[in-house]
């Protein structure tokens, strides 16, 4: 049996998934699909057996395999096909999406399961089951068995599995058409039942393993964005129960395998991507039966990501040299500030009665979104990065700041400046601070919080905390009021492993978008809340919809959806 756990948070970064429907806190949408494991979906029933109640729940899926329903949160459930003997245990934790997708396989045919005697044979005394399963086999039917001296003989693969009857204490040695295969015998001994895998590396180089009764064999398969097998990038997998580390380096295929204990909860890293996923691996239940466990990756491989993440550090440090050197002599002070503010918010509304495209047109990102949101986002808490080169937009925040003020309206506002100058080295994840508010009960005015914020730190590190930031603000917030962060698109979101704390929709301002491709760590944050992103022009609101493998395209440049996470695909225009 093929049991298999997985905590429903994202499987590549652990966060919980909004959706930009009304939440439901006790329950969660399920997107359900089953295929066999040669692709091919499942019609079928699946039944859903609540593991502290043992009530079973069953669901019909259509001809492509697909059902949609909803399932308890803060619950463990086993699911189970009648049409395969695998079975897998999914925990939905209290904090869990409104809608979360599932794409299931089932080995099917009852083949996993060997009967005591084969279907037309007779089993003499002193002999056992053997078992073989296929893993990465590229379409291979057959294998050939040669027992001690005999004549070979071919075996048919069902589905991915063949069983067969040898001798005890005899030896086996098995091979197939134009590969070669490591550790290609099997010595039966005194057991009853053998068990292997062969797991394929390459197309024509694969490895025969055995599985005792208390392990089962994990395949890692990872692949980049445009499904190209990612070969000797390294792959580890660390229990948790004894902390014991598992090394391996993908093949040709892009494959890794790895022998581990049951019952056991296992965390897989790849090389640049630690803690991709999570796996419980529990015992067999029948005696004989192969316990397998694939899971696949398409991420961009090690290189592509240290590439890009090279190129961002580089545009970061030019940008903010170039403002450092040409920008930084055009700061106001709070006073110039002001008065320049009240000049120009008076040019603003008139300009407003004739041209409601007048901020796009004067390159105003923030008072764009605001007043393009105005009838939506009535009530705001804004949350504005006042880091390093922000000081245009935060001259843009004041803006409308000042107009809602004159129309007899007043926002929320938090600034931060990721730790009030505190050494980078000294700074704590979710206690960075250098967090300020101007609250509409507060009597200090709202520029003189900006300023303050801005004067007691400017950032140090290109990644900020805005993730520390929005959970302040989260925390004061009125109910029914929007939470917008105003974010430098240049810089990396420091603290994002808080994201699955923040229980309220983000409305992401994107500032610098023009000379940039979206950082996709603030399509993670939209995406998880149910909120959405905005720059000078779009409004991209349905990203909390995006499905495995969905591409989504904003000014021009495409992004792929893969495992939880949003990642910059193509070249840049």
């Known amino acids: 049996m093929r049991s298999l756990l997985v905590l429903i948070f994202i499987t590549g970064c652990q966060f919980p998934l909004f959706s930009q429907t009304e939440l439901v806190d006790d329950s969660v949408l399920m997107h359900l699909t089953l295929s066999d494991f040669t692709g091919k979906t499942i019609e079928t029933t699946v039944s859903f057996e609540n593991l502290a109640t043992h009530k079973k729940m069953n669901f019909k899926t259509s001809k492509d395999g697909k059902a949609s329903f909803r399932l308890s949160v803060s619950t463990s459930y086993s699911i189970t ?30 083949v996993l399961a060997p009967p005591a005697v084969q279907p037309g044979i007779s089993e003499p005394a002193l002999q056992a089951i053997a078992g073989i399963r296929v893993m990465n086999g590229n379409g291979l039917k057959t294998i050939s068995l040669k027992k001690d001296n005999l004549p070979a003989k071919t075996y048919t693969f069902q589905n991915d599995t063949v069983y067969f009857l040898a001798d005890q204490r005899s030896t086996c040695e098995i091979s197939a058409p134009d ?19 062969l797991v394929f590396a390459s197309a024509d180089k694969a490895e025969l393993i055995e599985i005792t009764a208390a392990q089962s064999l994990l395949n890692v398969v990872y692949k980049n964005l445009y499904g190209a097998p990612v070969k000797n990038e390294g792959v580890t997998v660390t229990g948790a129960n004894g902390k014991k580390v598992y090394s391996s380096t993908t093949g040709a295929n892009g494959s890794a395998a790895f022998l581990l204990p ?20 529990r015992e067999g239940k029948k005696k004989g039966t192969i316990v397998t466990n694939s899971i696949y990756f398409t991420y961009p491989t090690c290189k592509e990501f240290t590439d890009l993440k090279k190129d961002d ?18 700061e106001l002070s709070k006073e110039e500030l002001q008065a320049f503010l009240a ?45 390093g080169s922000m000081y245009p937009y935060m001259k843009e925040v004041a803006l409308w700041h000042l107009l809602e003020s004159m129309d007899k309206k007043q926002s929320d506002y938090v600034f ?11 700074k704590v994840i ?30 140090g590190d290109a990644a900020e905390n805005d993730l520390e930031a929005l959970l302040a603000a989260e925390s004061v917030m009125k109910a029914g009021s929007e939470l917008i962060l105003v974010a430098d698109n240049f810089s990396p979101v420091k603290d994002i492993e808080l994201l699955y704390r923040l229980r309220m929709p ?18 993670l944050i939209a995406s998880k809340t149910g909120g959405s992103v905005h720059t000078i022009e779009e409004d991209i609101v349905n990203l909390s919809a995006a499905r495995e493998g969905d591409i989504i395209t904003i000014h021009g440049i495409n992004y792929k959806y893969s495992r939880g996470r949003f990642f910059f695909f193509g070249s840049r225009l």
């Not at 550790?183 to 005194?190: E, R």
């Not at 550090?313 to 055009?330: E, H, P, Q, V």
């Not at 000049?343 to 605001?370: H, M, R």
Request: proline share 3%; glycine share 8%.
């Open 179 to 197: 590969v070669s295969i490591a550790n290609n015998k099997i010595y039966i001994g005194d057991r009853d039942n053998v068990n292997y895998v």
């Open 416 to 426: 931060f400046n990721d730790g009030n100058n505190l050494p980078d080295l000294n």
């Open 81 to 110: 096909i009648p049409v395969s003997t695998d079975s897998y245990e999914y925990e939905i934790p209290a904090f869990a999406a409104s809608s979360a997708d599932l794409d299931l396989r089932f080995n099917v045919g009852g």
């Open 430 to 459: 979710g206690k960075t601070g250098g967090i300020f508010f101007s609250l509409q009960h507060h009597l200090d005015s709202m520029t003189g919080v900006m300023y303050r914020a801005m004067n007691n730190g400017s950032g």
């Open 262 to 281: 049951q019952n056991d909860t296992y965390s897989i890293s790849l090389q640049c991507f630690p803690g991709a996923d999570t796996i419980h691996i």
């Open 506 to 523: 983000v409305r992401v301002v994107l500032c610098g978008t023009s000379v940039a491709y979206v950082n996709p760590d603030y399509l």
């Open 343 to 387: 000049g120009e918010a008076t040019k603003v509304i008139k300009a407003l009665t004739t041209d409601v495209k007048y901020f796009e047109k004067n390159n105003n990102t923030v008072c764009a979104v605001l007043y393009r949101n105005r009838e939506r986002w009535k009530t705001k808490t804004i949350v504005t990065d006042v880091t």
């Open 313 to 330: 550090s580089l545009r970061i440090a030019s940008r903010d040299s170039l403002y450092l050197k040409f920008g930084k002599t055009n």
